[in-house]
């Protein structure tokens, strides 16, 4: 059986939360995620290596050939946490809710955002730029080798903000729709927008499906994530939820994500402090749009200040959950 009641899916839900914020990222066995990403690489070498010849390959046909990567990662990902999950509920179906939950919980990134965040934060407090910049550096795409603690700030709450969607809302309302298999499809899903989702001459028309797949999974999520923000904005302290709103309808629409704009800004905000700006990629200066009113200059503190936006979208989830469930059991 594979099909479960929405009382069973939102207890499942709730428990793959907790093993999120206790546990973090599995690390045994291998995450899930570094599996994906052998996959994309082996089928993108693959793909790369049958349009070698003498001729080159058109736009259109690179395309297709990124729609094959796209569309084979999809169906990889469902079928086999489908097959799993399937062969853990004929041993027994308490079996199969542990396998739904773990790998429920494989999807969500609570914690591993948190600590992302911290290795950026701690060595900012102590003064250690270097250390700060190497860790930013493994959160961003940006060169960060010359960044002082604004930008390295910047970046941080950036990447909490826009993750916020990726690591929570998406992949908790994919498993609500469709348990384990379909979170796990989103979260290939992402990681295939991660890895070749980029207009640069590589991948501009390879890796065109995976991006549009990508936006238009994180669509609904992300919009739902900017009214837990501007919710979250109303009960945290040193934030404000009118401001937050007042960003989301200002300055979302100027990101070149139709997504990443939306929790951007309501962060942003929230906070009181201006997102986006001037960036650095392998040595060719970007300018993102910026979002929010620089009513102060960015801190560190904002770092933390993000991360407990995040959590606390996370309990507003889990609060819903709770409430759900008490309705139907009282």
């Known amino acids: 059986m594979l099909f479960y009641t929405w009382q069973e899916t939102a207890a499942m839900l709730l428990a793959a939360l907790m093993i999120d914020w206790l546990l973090g990222d599995p690390r045994w066995p291998t995450h899930p995620v570094i599996r994906i990403g052998q996959w994309i690489g082996?089928?993108?070498a693959r793909l790369r290596s049958s349009m070698d010849g003498k001729a080159v390959p058109t736009a259109l046909r690179v395309r297709m050939h990124g729609v094959v990567l796209t569309a084979s990662t999809l169906l990889l990902a469902f079928a086999v946490m489908w097959l799993l999950l399937l062969l853990a509920n004929?041993?027994?179906?308490w079996l199969g809710y542990a396998v739904n939950t773990w790998f429920i919980a494989s999807t969500i990134a609570v914690k591993g955002l948190k600590d992302a965040a911290l290795q950026v934060y701690r060595p900012l407090c102590e003064g250690?730029?270097?250390?700060?910049?190497k860790y930013t550096g493994y959160i961003v795409g940006r060169d960060t080798s010359k960044l002082e603690e604004?930008?390295?700030?910047?970046?941080?709450?950036?990447?909490?903000?826009e993750n916020t969607v990726d690591a929570v809302v998406s992949p908790l309302l994919y498993a609500f729709l469709g348990a384990a298999p379909l979170a796990m499809l989103y979260r290939a899903a992402n990681t295939l927008d991660s890895m070749v989702g980029y207009k640069n001459d590589r991948y501009l028309y390879f890796g065109w499906?995976?991006?549009?797949?990508?936006?238009?999974?994180?669509?609904?999520?992300?919009?739902l994530t900017g009214c837990l923000l501007i919710m979250m904005a109303a009960l945290q302290k040193g934030c404000s939820a009118a401001r937050s709103f007042r960003a989301v309808r200002q300055f979302a629409?100027?990101?070149?994500?139709?997504?990443?704009?939306i929790p951007e800004s309501a962060v942003a905000g929230a906070l009181g402090i201006e997102l986006g700006g001037v960036n650095v990629y392998?040595?060719?200066?970007s300018e993102r749009a910026r979002m929010g009113w620089p009513l102060r200059e960015r801190s560190r503190d904002d770092i933390i200040a993000a991360v407990r936006l995040l959590y606390g979208v996370s309990v507003l989830i889990a609060g819903g959950l709770v409430c759900a469930l008490c309705w139907i059991w009282l």
């Open 253 to 261: 629409g100027l990101h070149p994500s139709p997504n990443s704009g």
């Open 42 to 44: 082996w089928a993108e």
């Open 209 to 223: 499906a995976s991006a549009r797949w990508d936006d238009v999974m994180n669509w609904l999520p992300a919009r």
């Open 90 to 93: 004929l041993i027994h179906p």
């Open 128 to 133: 250690r730029l270097d250390e700060a910049r």
């Open 150 to 161: 604004p930008e390295l700030t910047r970046a941080a709450v950036e990447t909490v903000a």
């Open 282 to 285: 392998h040595g060719r200066t």
